[in-house]
Structure formats: structure tokens, C-alpha cells
């Protein structure tokens, strides 16, 4: 059974710092690429950023770009994802995704695997 766990949202005020974290059971996490995705309530679920089975590709949403970096650890079956200068508008429930593909991964669709979510609130 394909386990994520998310962990490390929290509160934090604009310009802070949170770390993300997923851990990832049940799969052979190096073949399997990696995402985090956010909704924000009354919003569409929305790409953050995504790294492959390697971590030789990252790719991110334009709005994160120089803030967030999407990084894995494939030792320990883990992702993570550094957020700084965090501000009001990424407050949202970021999820993690796994997908066995490595195109399309940017799109929801593309991966086959959920995480729970974790909250990140961001005050001003």
C-alpha cells in the first residue's frame, strides 16, 4: 500500500520560512518522479513544483520561482520542499503526488499518488 505523508506546514508570518517534507512508503520512490500541489480555499488544486526520479529536473509555477525549492532524498524516500519569503497568498493545503511518468508533471492528472495535505498559513 502506497503511503505519503506530508509534514511541516504550520503558521508563520510573511517573509518566513516553512520546510515541507513527505515521506514516501510502499512504492520504489527513486523510479517514481515527485510533486507538491496546493488549493487554496474556493481555488483549484495548483501546481507548485515538481522534481524527477533523479532530482536533475526541478520545474516550478512562475509564482514560486527564487521563493520555493523542490528537492529529494531517494536514501530516504523523501521529498521536500523549502519555502521562503513565504507570503499571504501561499497560504493553502499543499499536498504530494507521485507519478511513475516523467512528462506531464505539472498537471494533477499525471500522478497516480496522493499525500493528505498539510496546512501552511502565511499571516500579514
Known amino acids: 500500500q502506497v503511503q505519503l505523508v506530508e509534514s511541516g506546514g504550520g503558521l508563520v508570518q510573511a517573509g518566513g520560512s516553512l520546510r515541507l517534507s513527505c515521506a514516501a512508503s510502499?512504492?520504489?520512490?527513486?523510479?517514481?518522479?515527485m510533486g507538491w500541489f496546493r488549493q487554496a480555499p474556493g481555488k483549484e488544486r495548483e501546481f507548485v513544483a515538481a522534481?524527477?526520479?533523479?532530482?536533475?529536473?526541478?520545474y516550478y509555477v512562475d509564482s514560486v520561482k527564487g521563493r520555493f525549492t523542490i528537492s529529494r532524498d531517494n536514501a530516504k524516500n523523501t521529498d521536500y520542499l523549502q519555502m521562503n519569503s513565504l507570503k499571504p497568498e501561499d497560504t493553502a493545503v499543499y499536498y504530494c503526488a507521485a507519478t511513475g511518468s516523467a512528462i506531464g508533471l505539472g498537471y494533477a492528472r499525471s500522478y497516480a499518488y496522493w499525500g493528505q495535505g498539510t496546512q501552511v498559513t502565511v499571516s500579514s
Open positions: 510502499g512504492l520504489t520512490f527513486i523510479k517514481y518522479s
Open positions: 522534481i524527477s526520479w533523479s532530482g536533475g529536473r526541478t
